[in-house]
Each structure stands twice: as structure tokens, then as C-alpha cells.
């Protein structure tokens, strides 16, 4: 993702708000929100071993309701 609002498009996609990824994850709204800024504006290059597992898991999390909202259709 290159920008917050691809980060966005990917959430409306999966028809889920940051929220849900953050409970997903087990962090609250600040850590979720420091999350996004360093993988998506700072491309990661500022994140520990945790973040970037944390951010995989907030990926595969996205792809996964995207993929249940295409099977609903």
C-alpha cells in the first residue's frame, strides 16, 4: 500500500473499519494508528520484527473478510 487511503479502500473492501483490525490484533486505537503510519506512510522502513508481524496478520486479517464479502455476492 502506498498511502492511508489505499489502507482505507482495502478496509471498505473487506466492509470492516480499523477498529476491527486493531480488536483483531489485541492493540488499541493508538498502537493500531502507530502501526498504519510506520508500514503505510513510513513503507516500514522504521518497523521492528513485532510490526512487521503485527502488519502481516492485519493483512491476511483484510484479505480474509474480502474474501468472505466476495463469497456473499
Given at each position: ?5 489505499d489502507w ?20 488499541d ?7 498504519v503510519?510506520k508500514?503505510?506512510?513510513g513503507?516500514g522502513?522504521?518497523?521492528?520484527q ?8 492485519a ?7 474480502q474474501?468472505q ?5
Open positions: 500500500m502506498s498511502n492511508k487511503w482505507r479502500e482495502e478496509l471498505g473492501k473487506a466492509h470492516i473499519i480499523q477498529q476491527d483490525v486493531s480488536n483483531f490484533l489485541g492493540l486505537k493508538s498502537q493500531m494508528s502507530a502501526l503510519k508500514m503505510v506512510i513503507q522502513l522504521t518497523a521492528t513485532l510490526d512487521k508481524d503485527r502488519w502481516k496478520r493483512i491476511e486479517y483484510v484479505k480474509y473478510k474474501s464479502q466476495k463469497g456473499e455476492l
